[in-house]
Every structure is written in structure tokens, then in C-alpha cells.
């Protein structure tokens, strides 16, 4: 069935330092990848989305990536801060609807 | 922007209770979901409401009902719970045009079954 596999599960990094998340999709005919961040004891929000008719987009220390052929795509955080430390999930639509899977999530510790 | 209201935050409920946990948005939102999040397992879409009127399950529905009471308000009632629904459920709304938007969640209810 259709799934998305994300990796690594836990990352540390110190403070300054890059962080990357990789996700991997089944379905080729997804087209859009939010990225969520989850802080400890609220909802996911959303951080950044991808659409498939790109392969970039940036938004300050955040960055998403595609690579349509290779069915996978990455969260790129640069100059991680202490408040970068949360769970993120990444995940893609599933074709002709408006529901999407979920990866299993990264919990991000950026050590100051 | 109160965004997604989801409410309670916190229950405990015995087994063979039941109980209905709210969501309401404000963002005049087509689309509501509801997922449950339990560790290692990421989030899973138990059944959502593509409009107002309409419910379909999704990868985990059993033992769970929804309505969509109107455009605003969705709720998600347990019958008869079971320590296995013990989880943190959260309610997300999304806008349902040509593009696809990313969801805008809750806060969560965090669901313990003793």
C-alpha cells in the first residue's frame, strides 16, 4: 500500500549546526509534501510545503527538496537554535484526494 | 484566530464508557479530519469529512462515529472505549480547492481508557 518512510527517527545536532530529515514516498503520482513541526504537548503545524512542480523552496533557515524520480524529499534546517528542538513529520497526498500519509516522525534535539 | 478548537484536552475514561470529543473551526475550512497519535506510529487518519455532509473512514475507523454537524464542527464519538483507543487525538481542517493546503490542527485531547 501506499506509505511514507522518514528517517532518521531521533537526530541530535549542536546549536549552529545543519539538520537534514528524509522522506520517502511509494506513490508516484503524489504531488504535494507538507512538513510539520509538533512541540511538546500541542498540535502539528505546518512549517513548509513542496508542490510537485518544483524541486526547491526556501523560507529563511528552512528548505524543502524533491526529487521526483527517486520518490523522496528532505527538510534541510540551517543555523539550528534551541527552539528548532521538536518532532517533525513529513508527508504526501495520497492521489485524488485531499488526505495525506504521515511519516513516523524525526525528534529533533538541537544541544546548546 | 482561534484556528482549530478541540475540546477536552484531557479525559480518562473507563472501559465500556463512551464519550464524544469536539472540534470546531473557524476558518471556513471544506475538509476535517481526525487522527490519532500514538508513539512510533506518526499519525493516522481514523475518518474525515471532505464537506459539509459527508464522512468516509479512514486507515483506523473501528470502534469510532463521526458527524459533521455543520461546516464548523465535527466530533468524534467512542461507543464503548477500550484501553487499545487510549492515544492523543487531534482534529484538522484544511481548504479544498484545485491545490492541495496543508492542514491547520488542533491541540489535541489526550484519550487514557483504564
Known amino acids: 500500500g501506499e506509505n511514507v518512510e522518514q528517517h532518521p527517527s531521533t537526530l541530535s545536532v549542536q546549536e549552529g549546526d545543519s539538520a537534514v530529515i528524509k522522506c520517502t514516498y511509494s506513490d508516484s503520482a503524489s504531488n504535494y509534501f507538507p512538513w510539520y513541526k509538533q512541540e511538546l504537548g500541542k498540535g502539528p503545524q505546518l512549517i513548509i510545503d513542496i508542490r510537485s512542480n518544483v524541486g526547491e523552496k526556501k523560507d529563511q533557515r528552512i528548505a524543502v527538496t524533491l526529487n521526483k524520480t527517486a520518490k523522496h524529499f528532505s527538510l534541510h534546517i540551517t543555523e539550528t537554535q534551541p527552539e528548532d528542538s521538536a518532532v517533525y513529520f513529513c508527508?504526501?497526498?495520497?492521489?485524488?484526494?485531499?488526505?495525506?500519509?504521515f511519516g513516523t516522525g524525526t525528534r529533533l534535539k538541537v544541544l546548546a | 484566530n482561534a484556528g482549530v478548537t478541540q475540546t477536552p484536552k484531557f479525559q480518562v475514561l473507563k472501559t465500556g464508557q463512551s464519550m464524544t470529543l469536539q472540534c470546531a473551526q473557524d476558518m471556513n475550512h471544506n475538509s476535517m479530519y481526525w487522527y490519532r497519535q500514538d508513539p512510533g506510529m506518526g499519525l493516522r487518519l481514523i475518518y474525515y469529512?471532505?464537506?459539509?455532509?459527508?464522512?468516509d473512514k479512514g486507515e483506523v475507523p473501528n470502534g469510532y462515529n463521526v458527524s459533521r454537524l455543520n461546516k464548523r464542527e465535527f466530533s468524534l464519538r467512542l461507543e464503548s472505549a477500550a484501553p487499545s483507543q487510549t492515544s492523543v487525538y487531534f482534529c484538522a481542517s484544511s481548504a479544498t480547492t484545485q491545490n492541495y493546503y496543508g492542514y491547520t490542527f488542533g491541540s489535541g485531547t489526550r484519550l487514557t481508557v483504564v
Open positions: 469529512s471532505a464537506s459539509e455532509g459527508t464522512t
Open positions: 508527508a504526501a497526498n495520497r492521489p485524488g484526494t485531499y488526505k495525506y500519509i
